[in-house]
């Protein structure tokens, strides 16, 4: 760990830079027209510009403004669980205790605090850095981290040698000496990807950060225009003849009577031959309207939200305000958007929360308000599923298969046939083995999910629902018949008991791995 504190290259304490100094790095004469590539690069240095791009963007643009804080609160509203992959395919979704870290990141904290925080770091600084510690999510600045690479080929590591891969994360507050993270205690969340970084993330403004300028600027052009009198430009034409005194004094009286929003349209008095010209252009000569609207339109471009989610002035004109175009908008924005944040931010997550084997960290967005079907909708989708789920049995496929396949969206290699057909539907001859639940669990979808937890060492038969939905959190359990005595049974008891762990007739016939009416039999013996 020493090792890697002293690789950290050390930083000034004041590493922020101006927004105009940021904005000049991308003009073609700036130093980000060309990057060049140095030899033996071993760490993936913070981008300075974090502080800047957050109070001259996103706290001083309200389009900025709107645009990221709907896109982090839409965001932020779904949950995690875990979800069972079967043959490479994605299955149904299920919740364990291990979820509960993601839930209460930190004391009187949620979940969406976590996203919220994570999204808005990641989208003006380029990346999101979570650090576990403990039973306690943490955020980093990601403007203090800087990523480490090592490779065992080279004593100096490079970070585009193939076979390198990050050993750590250096955190270095100003005034600070700086820590080192292990790769599995931090989650890394860049959704956008800078092409010429091996790993970090590109702030999601950085392509749009002239047309932000250009929009702020007109935004200072109007309060301009309303200060200074409310109307175009004016150019005074003072008589050769006056003195400068008298011409001074005149523009005093002029600035105090006729200056500022609150002067406009106040009748103007000449004279003594001073002539007014009107200079420059009016709003309405320079399309002010529509060059702002097209503004906030790339700008929402920018932040993958519809002008009309975002309820921007051109996504609110015409036929964008029926309810079909709104509709179109937000499966847009929830397909291209949201739903490849979301499988980002998991598989970030999947590194300092693991998932069991078979398994993957998965987003639950069921109960986000702005995902929700039309009521119609849904009922042809309902009726059509019943349908499917109806014949399918009839045709003699296991009622439990036949819903995990439609559920899993017509996976129809889940389906396991009985070998009966019509009404002649029999339970098979031969009975496998049964299942043991190897953790604390519960179904997060369908109907399983009113089944509700399933305590660890659970026994079910191989053909229930529960164990052909979720193989990895079961165990199988050999049934062959065996023989136990009476003081094998006391034996595992009082083995039980001085472990300190329970030692009733459900922990007996797991500890020698026979029924329980077996050992309510043994013990039922004299």
């Given at each position: 760990?020493?090792?890697?504190?002293?690789?950290?290259?050390?930083?000034?304490?004041?590493?922020?830079?101006?927004?105009?100094?940021?904005?000049?790095?991308?003009?073609?004469?700036?130093?980000?027209?060309?990057?060049?590539?140095?030899?033996?690069?071993?760490?993936?240095?913070?981008?300075?510009?974090?502080?800047?791009?957050?109070?001259?963007?996103?706290?001083?643009?309200?389009?900025?403004?709107a645009?990221?804080?709907?896109?982090?609160?839409?965001?932020?509203?779904?949950?995690?669980?875990?979800?069972?992959?079967?043959?490479?395919?994605?299955?149904?979704?299920?919740?364990?205790?291990?979820l509960?870290?993601?839930?209460?990141?930190?004391?009187?904290?949620?979940?969406?605090d976590?996203?919220?925080?994570?999204i808005?770091?990641?989208?003006?600084?380029?990346?999101?850095?979570?650090?576990?510690?403990?039973?306690?999510?943490?955020?980093?600045r990601?403007?203090?981290?800087?990523?480490?690479?090592?490779?065992?080929?080279?004593?100096?590591?490079?970070?585009?040698?193939?076979?390198?891969?990050?050993?750590?994360?250096?955190?270095?507050?100003?005034?600070?000496?700086?820590?080192?993270?292990?790769?599995?205690?931090?989650?890394?969340?860049?959704?956008?990807?800078?092409?010429?970084?091996?790993?970090?993330g590109?702030?999601?403004?950085?392509?749009?950060?002239?047309?932000?300028?250009?929009?702020?600027?007109?935004?200072?052009?109007?309060?301009?225009?309303?200060?200074?009198?409310?109307?175009?430009?004016?150019?005074?034409?003072?008589?050769?003849?006056?003195?400068?005194?008298?011409?001074?004094?005149?523009?005093?009286?002029?600035?105090?009577?006729?200056?500022?929003?609150?002067?406009?349209?106040?009748?103007?008095?000449?004279g003594?031959g001073?002539?007014v010209?009107?200079?420059?252009?009016s709003?309405?000569?320079?399309?002010?309207?529509?060059?702002?609207?097209?503004?906030e339109?790339?700008?929402?471009?920018?932040?993958?939200?519809?002008?009309?989610?975002?309820?921007?002035?051109?996504?609110?004109?015409?036929?964008?305000?029926?309810?079909?175009?709104?509709?179109?908008?937000?499966?847009?924005?929830?397909?291209?958007?949201?739903?490849?944040?979301?499988?980002?931010?998991?598989?970030?997550?999947?590194?300092?929360?693991?998932?069991?084997?078979?398994?993957?960290?998965?987003?639950?967005?069921?109960?986000?308000?702005?995902?929700?079907?039309?009521?119609?909708?849904?009922?042809?989708?309902?009726?059509?599923?019943?349908?499917?789920?109806?014949?399918?049995?009839?045709?003699?496929?296991?009622?439990?298969?036949?819903?995990d396949?439609?559920?899993?969206?017509?996976?129809?290699?889940?389906?396991?046939?009985?070998?009966?057909?019509?009404?002649?539907?029999?339970?098979?001859?031969?009975?496998?083995?049964?299942?043991?639940?190897?953790?604390?669990?519960?179904?997060?979808?369908?109907?399983?999910?009113?089944?509700?937890?399933?305590?660890?060492?659970?026994?079910?038969?191989?053909?229930?629902?529960?164990?052909?939905?979720?193989?990895?959190?079961?165990?199988?359990i050999?049934?062959?018949?065996?023989?136990?005595?009476?003081?094998?049974?006391?034996?595992?008891?009082?083995?039980?008991?001085?472990?300190?762990?329970?030692?009733?007739?459900?922990?007996?016939?797991?500890?020698?791995?026979?029924?329980?009416?077996?050992?309510?039999?043994?013990?039922?013996?004299?």
């Amino acid at each position: 760990m020493a090792a890697l504190i002293d690789r950290l290259v050390p930083v000034r304490a004041d590493r922020s830079i101006s927004l105009d100094e940021w904005a000049s790095w991308f003009l073609p004469d700036g130093p980000l027209a060309v990057r060049t590539t140095y030899a033996r690069e071993r760490e993936e240095l913070p981008d300075a510009s974090f502080g800047s791009v957050v109070w001259a963007t996103y706290l001083r643009n309200p389009i900025v403004f709107a645009c990221l804080s709907l896109r982090a609160r839409l965001f932020a509203d779904i949950r995690f669980a875990w979800q069972q992959m079967r043959g490479g395919r994605p299955g149904a979704l299920f919740g364990t205790p291990d979820l509960r870290i993601l839930e209460e990141p930190e004391p009187g904290r949620t979940t969406g605090d976590l996203l919220a925080a994570a999204i808005l770091d990641a989208d003006l600084g380029g990346n999101a850095f979570l650090l576990r510690r403990g039973d306690r999510i943490l955020r980093l600045r990601p403007d203090w981290v800087t990523i480490i690479w090592g490779s065992r080929r080279a004593t100096v590591a490079d970070l585009w040698d193939p076979e390198a891969v990050v050993v750590g994360y250096g955190y270095a507050p100003p005034e600070q000496e700086p820590t080192v993270y292990l790769p599995e205690e931090v989650a890394h969340f860049a959704p956008t990807k800078d092409p010429l970084a091996r790993n970090r993330g590109l702030s999601l403004l950085t392509a749009g950060i002239r047309e932000i300028l250009a929009d702020s600027a007109a935004t200072t052009h109007k309060l301009r225009f309303f200060e200074n009198a409310a109307t175009p430009n004016l150019a005074i034409r003072f008589p050769p003849t006056m003195p400068l005194a008298s011409a001074q004094q005149w523009i005093d009286l002029f600035e105090a009577r006729q200056a500022g929003a609150l002067n406009a349209w106040r009748t103007l008095y000449l004279g003594g031959g001073v002539e007014v010209e009107g200079v420059g252009l009016s709003f309405e000569a320079m399309q002010y309207t529509e060059l702002q609207g097209e503004a906030e339109t790339r700008i929402a471009a920018l932040t993958g939200m519809h002008p009309v989610v975002a309820a921007l002035s051109e996504g609110l004109q015409g036929a964008s305000l029926n309810v079909g175009n709104f509709s179109s908008a937000r499966r847009l924005v929830a397909d291209a958007t949201l739903r490849p944040l979301w499988r980002d931010i998991a598989g970030a997550l999947g590194t300092i929360v693991p998932p069991l084997p078979g398994t993957r960290l998965w987003y639950d967005d069921r109960d986000v308000p702005f995902l929700r079907d039309d009521v119609s909708d849904r009922a042809k989708v309902v009726e059509a599923e019943a349908r499917t789920i109806g014949e399918l049995i009839r045709d003699g496929f296991t009622p439990a298969s036949v819903i995990d396949a439609v559920v899993a969206g017509g996976d129809w290699t889940r389906l396991a046939h009985t070998g009966l057909t019509s009404v002649q539907l029999q339970p098979p001859l031969e009975a496998p083995a049964a299942y043991r639940a190897r953790t604390d669990f519960w179904a997060a979808e369908g109907p399983l999910a009113a089944l509700g937890r399933v305590p660890a060492g659970t026994e079910l038969p191989p053909d229930h629902p529960l164990v052909g939905a979720y193989p990895s959190c079961f165990e199988p359990i050999d049934r062959r018949p065996q023989v136990v005595s009476r003081a094998e049974v006391l034996a595992a008891r009082a083995r039980l008991a001085r472990a300190g762990r329970p030692a009733g007739i459900d922990a007996i016939a797991r500890e020698l791995g026979v029924s329980r009416e077996t050992v309510r039999r043994r013990l039922a013996e004299p």
